[in-house]
Nanobody
């Protein structure tokens, strides 16, 4: 079992930055691929970024590439999402998720564990 708790959301002006954190329980954290997803009002949840086991590779949605950075700290069992140059379109509830499935990490169906989400609002 893995429990995930997100933090760091809030209100920021367009062009600003926020850092989201996800704290994970479980000694096997290092064996999971960690993903970030988001869901805007009236829209389906979409993939944002992921960091694979041991932090060997990162993957980003085209919409956030070069603006967001995902990183992990296995000593603290945390994964972070640094969000820069934020746009109003980035407004959403952001979710942290964990998976052991070796497959397409952009697909939410491959993730077994989810956090409760944290709200990010970007004003224009």
């Amino acid at each position: 079992q893995v429990q995930l708790v997100e933090s760091g959301g809030g209100l920021v002006e367009a062009g600003g930055s926020l850092t989201l954190s996800c704290a994970a329980s479980g000694r096997t954290f290092i064996t999971y691929t960690m993903g970030w997803f988001r869901q805007a009002p009236g829209k389906e949840r979409e993939f944002v970024a992921a960091i694979t086991r041991n932090g060997r590779s990162t993957i980003y949605a085209d919409s956030v590439k070069d603006r967001f950075t995902v990183s992990g700290d296995n000593t603290r069992n945390t994964v972070s999402l640094q969000m820069d140059s934020l746009k109003p379109d980035d407004t959403a509830v952001y979710y942290c998720a964990a998976t052991r499935v070796i497959g397409d990490v952009t697909q939410e169906g491959n993730y077994a564990y989810w956090g409760q989400g944290t709200q990010v609002t970007v004003s224009s």
